[in-house]
């Protein structure tokens, strides 16, 4: 509406409509001395970068929020980071205009999206990370395919995605051809709000399609029943065709999509094909009976949710994993000799990362079951710990926090989801008489590995002289994850040495941003018992300033950074910090909380401009676009570089940070032991093997 100017600007415009017999008070009024400055403008785009090791892959993860550790100790080198050029320009005063009527715009719903479309599909991103933007693209379309299969119409999807164009095909009911239009570019508009004819959508508030339409450079549907068919082709959201008729060739009753994200939205981007691989696994997991053909791979899973736990832990279970399934709800458990707990939760067949109502209902009657099986009173966490569960539940009218839809926020289903988990679960445990004998076991050695941990604890508090309440090496912020929404940006800072950390002080934002600074490299946690934790001062200060000792939804902050210098000792350190997460919190990865801060190597200047660039590749543009003469600055630690500087590297709209991703829960503890662990000659042959390869190139 019209814009907001400073104040200086509105009394400038004030002064010009002032009338003449006041003109010469006013000028004199307006007669205030200006200091020129020169201001500086980040270039730096917040796409976030991925991670590569320099000699081995990286462990990526399954359907959470999740993430990627070194699977060796050579250093990890950013990649594809966009350049921070930083540009000194006199500011400029912009006139202010006149505040009237044709001051007020009018936005259509496509406009609207592509003005403001992190509304709706949360972030953008180049492809790099699973949650970007194009990846929700790809899911709103799907989920309409799979609305269909759960409808009880196409049992197959066929989706082909090559050179940034997306297709997909589904062989359901199709749209109703006087509607293909509307269906795709009205908001509020679809027949989601019917329940006869659609009970359990993951889309319900007639926002998926229009989305992919507003923001694809090229976007095509064809609908198709009993011989006919309509097509309408758009660009940016724009009508640029519409066609009806006949087939000359009759094919089955469905809709095809196609779209291309658009460049002008997205910048460059590409697929990553093993993160759409596994959203086609999960559209299977969920959905048993459903054939999903993706680039002419098959994916189908006849046991649904059991599949699911069965290819992440394999072989790590404790005992058979266990399974239900009725018409709202499925779930599968087992418990394995990890820490912590792992969750993979759905609603109707949406992934819901930040878990919700449904979830919460899961656990606590969970809990009670097994305490009622074995007339007990077993602590929540002694039956939990170690356990690994997926969950489905089917919602009629899901009441999601966002339109990314991450978090259930539905009140009413807690006591029928209750219900049912304990009728499932109390049936499961008569039937399976040695499987409820091992989780017995395994619930009596948690005790008794609680009860020795209390000793050990007692000893550590006694020892740190009340170090919960005052932790030497942190620097804490104001707001943390329990301030609520004042606290949703709170981070966490893992930093080597006091350098590194007093730079960081100096740049932070003390509201929401803590820095925990770490003495040189923390002790290899690879094979260590939990109560070791207590007896290493520095891991026991990182753990209490966390606030995850008793359990990881304690977690004081949102977001925790792995901070170290982009050099040897700087990638070992990250990678010791992330073997002691695994070892101990592992759901603090799965669940997103873990991101890795990449900061810029080199410096290239002269005397109009600065560029940072992540890679040598970058400093040779830099060097280029600047010409003979500049000054390239090489950085070697955090600690290098001025606070005034830093401070944009931390700022979140101007810092790169690289989510932390697992690809499967059984890879961890086979990639600890093999790169963290102690010495083999399997390792000794692989970083020899490696290191002559690096010398050859």
């Known amino acids: 509406m019209g814009g907001i100017k400073d104040k200086k600007n509105a009394a400038a415009s004030d002064k010009k409509a002032a009338s003449k017999s006041t003109k010469k008070t006013a000028e004199k009024k307006s007669a205030v001395k200006e200091t020129k400055t020169s201001t500086k403008t980040v270039a730096a785009k917040s796409t976030k970068t991925a991670v590569k090791s320099s000699a081995a892959k990286t462990v990526k993860t399954a359907p959470a929020k999740v993430s990627k550790i070194a699977e060796k100790t050579v250093p990890i080198k950013t990649a594809e980071s966009k350049t921070a050029a930083i540009k000194s320009a006199p500011a400029k005063k912009t006139p202010v205009k006149d505040y009237d009527e044709s001051q007020i715009k009018h936005l259509d719903s496509l406009e609207h999206i592509r003005l403001r479309s992190g509304m709706y599909i949360g972030r953008l991103g180049d492809g790099s990370n699973q949650n970007d933007g194009i990846y929700v693209l790809l899911k709103e379309v799907i989920d309409n395919a799979v609305d269909e299969f759960i409808m009880g119409f196409g049992n197959v999807i066929d989706v082909v995605v090559q050179d940034g164009t997306v297709k997909v095909r589904d062989y359901g009911r199709g749209i109703p051809l006087g509607k293909v239009v509307d269906c795709v570019s009205q908001i509020n508009t679809g027949a989601k709000y019917n329940d006869d004819v659609f009970q359990f959508s993951v889309g319900m508030n007639g926002v998926g399609t229009k989305a992919v339409n507003a923001l694809s450079s090229y976007f095509r549907v064809v609908s198709v029943r009993k011989g006919e068919y309509c097509q309408a082709i758009f660009e940016k959201g724009k009508l640029k065709e519409e066609k009806t008729g006949k087939l000359e060739k009759r094919q089955p009753d469905g809709t095809y999509f196609e779209f291309t994200p658009d460049e002008e939205v997205f910048g460059k981007y590409s697929f990553n094909m093993e993160f759409v691989e596994k959203r086609m696994w999960n559209y299977a997991y969920l959905n048993s009976g459903l054939k999903i053909r993706l680039n002419g791979q098959e994916f189908q899973s006849e046991n649904g949710l059991f599949d699911l736990l069965n290819r992440e832990i394999e072989n790590d279970c404790l005992y058979p994993i266990g399974s239900y399934q009725g018409d709202r709800i499925k779930f599968a458990f087992t418990h394995t000799n990890s820490y912590g707990e792992n969750y993979f939760s759905f609603v109707n067949g949406q992934y819901t990362a930040d878990g919700g109502t449904h979830l919460n209902a899961f656990k606590e009657a969970f809990v009670r079951t097994v305490n009622d099986f074995y007339s007990s009173n077993y602590r929540a ?291 600890l032991s093999f790169y963290m662990g102690n010495n083999t000659p399997e390792r000794r042959e692989f970083i020899e093997k490696h290191l002559l390869q690096d010398i050859d190139a």
Not at 469 to 492: P, T, W, Y
Not at 649 to 655: A, E, G, H, V, Y
């Open 381 to 671: 966490e002694d039956i939990r710990d170690g356990m690994t569960a997926a969950l489905l539940v089917k919602v009629k009218d899901p009441v999601f926090e966002s339109q990314t839809k991450n978090k259930l926020g539905n009140t009413d289903i807690r006591q029928w989801i209750m219900t049912e988990v304990q009728s499932g679960l109390t049936d499961w445990l008569h039937r399976n008489s040695d499987a409820a004998r091992k989780l017995k076991e395994k619930i009596e050695a948690n005790e008794k590995l609680r009860t020795e941990l209390n000793a050990v604890k007692k000893e550590a508090r006694e020892a740190a002289k009340k170090i919960s309440i005052r932790i030497k090496k942190l620097k804490d912020c104001k707001f943390h994850v329990q301030d609520g929404a004042k606290g949703e940006n709170s981070m966490i800072f893992i930093t080597e040495g006091d350098s590194a950390s007093g730079t960081m002080t100096h740049s932070r934002d003390a509201n929401y941003q803590a820095i925990f600074s770490l003495r040189g490299k923390p002790q290899n946690m690879c094979g260590k018992k939990q109560s070791e934790i207590y007896k290493n001062d520095e891991l026991y200060q990182l753990m209490m300033a966390l606030g995850i000792e008793t359990d990881v939804e304690n977690l004081r902050y949102s977001k925790i950074v792995i901070a170290t210098d982009a050099d040897n000792d700087g990638y070992h350190i990250r990678n010791l910090v992330m073997t002691f997460f695994l070892g101990f919190f592992e759901e603090l990865v799965t669940s997103g909380r873990v991101f890795i801060l990449e900061t810029p190597l080199f410096r290239v200047r002269n005397k109009k401009e600065n560029i940072y660039c992540y890679t040598e590749e970058e400093r040779d543009k830099a060097q280029a676009k600047l010409g003979r003469g500049c000054e390239t600055t090489r950085f070697k630690g955090l600690g290098e570089i001025n606070p005034s500087e830093f401070r944009q590297f931390i700022d979140p709209n101007t810092m790169h940070l690289t989510p932390v991703e697992i690809s499967q829960l059984k890879a961890v503890p086979k990639i």
